[in-house]
């Protein structure tokens, strides 16, 4: 299964992986997508997983553990 993932901002736009998201999504891709942020906050996870993420995180080995069970 393929999957796609996204740091969560780039300027000019801070929320570029929601963006980025909603545009797979508008195109009725189901792609699994995953969010690589600096912060991996209960609010901030909450919210990324609200917005169709499978998975949302600041730790490199833990975004390795999801993309391989995905």
Do not use: K, W
Not at 10 to 37: C, H, K, N, W
Not at 40 to 64: K, S
């Amino acid at each position: 299964m393929v999957s796609q993932t996204s740091d969560m901002g780039r300027p000019p736009d801070s929320p570029a992986g929601y963006t980025m998201l909603e545009g797979v999504r508008d195109s009725d891709d189901q792609t699994p997508s995953f969010i690589y942020a600096g912060s991996r906050a209960a609010a901030h996870v909450r919210e990324a997983l609200n917005r169709g993420v499978q998975g949302c995180t600041n730790m490199g080995d833990e975004l390795v553990e999801v993309l391989l069970q995905s």
